[in-house]
């Protein structure tokens, strides 16, 4: 099954880190975001990945390009008889990754069916190359298969901007809560689609797929949500990019479900 990938944002709220390479390349415990999200995919068996290129994604195709002489120890025989000989193996093994240019200035929905052609097989992943999330992949799609429908998407509690207080009737502040979950649910992505679903879906480049098509098939009753109540981050800001690598950096990375198997 093919795991679709939006890659192509200018990520113009974290222009800190986005003027010169894009969004998905922003690094956080020193791998690209893209990395994180690629890798739990894999880790539920889901290897084959078509990613949706935009702003500077010959950024992204150099990255993979030299994949395995910066992750292996390399022997380069110079001269005339020119080969390169790598030693050891990257935990990267048999990931099969489709580079696609879908556009500088195309909206979502475009960007997925402009890679409709790489697609096979009757139902793909998709996701964004900017959110990481510890959500059971092979649950979900068990979930999507169960129901028939057309369209499943990954839903979690958001959390509220502000810390939330409790107030009584003298205005003393008797709890506060920083950032706490909110009530309501929220899409994280992390969708499972069917190919019927490219029907919905116009190669124009203001074809938004969070608008008409989902809005469609909502009200068509082909769109369901799959609940999910453990961790989901999306890097939109320098803040949140600080948030997740601080998460890294103190061993406490929710989404890492490969470094879980690894303990076990």
Not at 125 to 152: E, M, P, S, W
Not at 156 to 184: C, I, W
Request: with cysteine.
């Amino acid at each position: 099954m093919k795991v679709v990938i939006l890659c192509g944002g200018q990520g113009t709220r974290l222009r800190e880190e986005t003027e010169f390479r894009p969004k998905p390349l922003v690094e956080v415990g020193g791998r690209p975001i893209l990395w994180h999200i690629m890798k739990h995919y894999a880790h539920y068996g889901f290897a084959d990945f078509v990613l949706c290129l935009g702003y500077r994604g010959q950024m992204i195709k150099q990255y993979f390009l030299e994949y395995e002489a910066m992750n292996n120890d390399i022997t380069i025989c110079l001269g005339r008889k020119n080969h390169i000989e790598y030693h050891g193996a990257h935990q990267e093994q048999d990931y099969n990754v489709t580079l696609a240019e879908t556009g500088l200035d195309t909206m979502t929905g475009a960007r997925v069916k402009r890679v409709e052609q790489y697609v096979d097989g009757d139902t793909f992943l998709l996701t964004y190359g900017d959110g990481v999330c510890n959500v059971d992949i092979r649950g979900l799609v068990a979930f999507h298969r169960q129901h028939g429908k057309l369209a499943t998407l990954t839903t979690v509690h958001p959390n509220s901007r502000f810390g939330m207080l409790q107030l009584d009737d003298a205005d003393y502040v008797r709890t506060f809560t920083e950032k706490p979950q909110a009530d309501g649910w929220a899409s994280a992505g992390f969708l499972v689609l069917d190919r019927k679903v490219f029907s919905y879906l116009s190669a124009d480049p203001s074809c938004v797929f969070e608008r008409e098509p989902l809005e469609r098939l909502a009200q068509e009753g082909q769109l369901l949500a799959y609940r999910h109540d453990g961790f989901f981050f999306a890097m939109d800001t320098y803040r949140e990019y600080l948030y997740l690598n601080g998460l890294w950096d103190a061993g406490h990375a929710p989404w890492a479900s490969w470094q879980v198997a690894d303990a076990d």
